[in-house]
């Protein structure tokens, strides 16, 4: 979500340049504010953070273009105010076409403090990865198709008139995403209170598949984006930019029910049955766990049961039913880490059982890491090392263990019934985990269950921002 509008256009490499091409790409050329951009961030109205941007050519070298995208977002998460800074500044050759250089990728606050620096060659990407209190490491990745359009894909495509389709090397987990740029008409919408004439441009990324819907006025000037509903980002002076609301997250987007779930619901086996409006078709994904039903009045009925695996005594490691992908070692899940492989060796010891082993692996997580809302790490190690955080870092610890175990193993995000303090029944946003051990079976880390009860109801995987338009728009209308 937070890259929507600054993906790449890839076009081959080694093309022959006309003799009448511009000196410089048009990415460089494009009418916008000299001094960059910022724009507030409001999340269901409130304000949660801030973006700047700009592309412009490097002062000392104009040759070169620098693109800088800054990404401030600021929460009250539990009892704790957390905020979180991503800026990424990236080195184009700044002629048409021209290829990425190099970028420094700054990570800091909530999920822990990292900075990649990249360097890009024709034969491949090399990343120094610091982090403090941690040996620097090195990355090797296979070369990136990025060019300097890429720092501002939304004018491209407006200048061109036409859409541009490209490759992009995400800054956050260093893995290549295709993007797509469509430019719009032109129309008059109010902003800021008052009419203007606007362009509309629309940017769909295969990692966030949430379509950013961006406006521009006739100077160039980037007015307003809308991130699936949820998220809009309005054009601000920088001081106001700056300025936050206080927001308290979870029980801002909390699905509140009518009724408190029924208590059987956390038996396994299990069953429990929603009625739910405003959720759309490619959510409703038929698994081993859930069902769909399309009801009269917009309304569909959702079924969740609950089940212990049936297939027992696999042995692991386990042959990956996807691929591969679900073994893979990231940036973020570090399954190939000394450390994480060291701890799950330790935790499963000599046990064969596939499921035995995830059980064990998931006990350990959920008695090992203080609950403590707030306290976010973006790196298994990090949580391995921390020892602390919510529900995404039980999930990612208990990943990364399950496949360095040699256990297929994914992150699962959706929503889970709770009823807190205030004694509101809601379902709250949540992610466990779901592990291939003969058959897919889905485990929470966070509440210690071997089997997920029936109460999660399961919209997406791997920390994927698809789910960002449900948030505020699924209402639940019954429960059973």
């Known amino acids: 979500m937070r890259r929507a509008l600054f993906l790449c256009l890839w076009l081959t490499s080694g093309l022959v340049l006309a003799k009448d091409e511009p000196k410089y790409s048009e990415v460089v050329t494009a009418p916008r504010p000299a001094a960059g951009e910022y724009m507030g961030l409001y999340l269901m109205g409130k304000k949660v953070g801030y973006l700047y941007t700009n592309v412009s050519l490097v002062p000392t070298n104009p040759e070169q273009a620098i ?11 539990g009892a704790k105010v957390a905020e979180r800074s991503l800026k990424e500044t990236r080195i184009f050759e700044a002629k048409p076409h021209g290829r990425l250089l190099s970028f420094v990728v700054e990570q800091a606050g909530d999920g822990g403090d990292q ?6 060659t024709p034969t ?6 610091k982090r403090p209190g941690q040996p620097n490491q090195v990355r090797s990745l296979k070369p990136v198709k990025e060019t300097v359009e890429d720092a501002d894909q939304a004018r491209v495509a407006l200048i061109r008139k036409q859409a541009v389709e490209g490759i992009v090397t995400d800054g956050t987990d260093l893995e290549s995403y295709r993007v797509v740029t469509t430019p719009g008409g032109t129309e008059t919408r109010t902003i800021g209170g008052a009419p203007v004439k606007v362009t509309k441009v629309t940017t769909l990324s295969d990692k966030e598949k949430v379509p950013a819907v961006a406006y521009l006025d006739e100077q160039g000037r980037m007015l307003e984006i809308d991130f699936g509903g949820t998220m809009t980002a309005v054009q601000e002076s920088e001081e106001k930019a700056k300025r936050f609301d206080t927001v308290e997250v979870f029980g801002l987007t909390r699905l509140v029910l009518p009724k408190p779930a029924p208590p059987e619901a956390r038996n396994v086996p299990g069953q429990l049955t929603l009625d739910v409006t405003g ?11 859930q069902s769909f039903k399309v009801l009269d009045g917009g309304k569909v009925q959702i079924t969740l049961k609950a089940a ?11 042959v990956d039913p996807n691929g591969g992908v679900n073994l893979k070692s990231t940036l973020a899940v570090e399954a190939d ?3 994480i492989a060291a701890a799950a060796k330790k935790i499963v010891g000599t046990e064969k059982d596939a499921y ?3 059980k064990k692996i998931v006990a350990w997580v959920n008695q090992s890491l203080q609950k403590d809302y707030g306290s976010s790490s973006d790196r298994a190690t990090d949580v391995l090392r921390i020892r602390k955080g919510d529900c995404t870092e039980h999930s990612l610890l208990a990943v990364a263990l399950l496949r360095a175990a040699g256990i297929p193993a994914k992150r699962i995000d959706g929503v889970v019934y709770l009823m807190n303090e205030d004694k509101v029944p809601a379902l709250y946003w949540h992610e466990w985990v779901e592990a291939y051990v003969g058959e897919w079976t889905q485990l929470d880390p966070t509440f210690g269950q071997d089997v997920a009860d029936a109460t999660h109801l399961a919209l997406g995987e791997e ?18």
């Open 115 to 120: 900075t990649l620096e990249g360097t890009a």
């Open 124 to 129: 491949g990407l090399k990343v120094l990865q």
């Open 308 to 318: 212990p695996p049936k297939v027992k005594g696999k042995v692991r490691p386990l």
């Open 67 to 77: 693109s800088v995208n800054h990404f401030v977002m600021r929460a009250q998460v």
């Open 279 to 289: 959720l759309p078709e490619k959510f409703r994904i038929e698994t081993y766990r």
């Open 356 to 358: 035995v082993a995830a």
């Open 463 to 480: 920390g994927s921002a698809e789910i960002t338009p449900l948030i505020g728009g699924l209402k639940v209308v019954d429960v059973r």
């Open 337 to 339: 880490s000394p450390e």
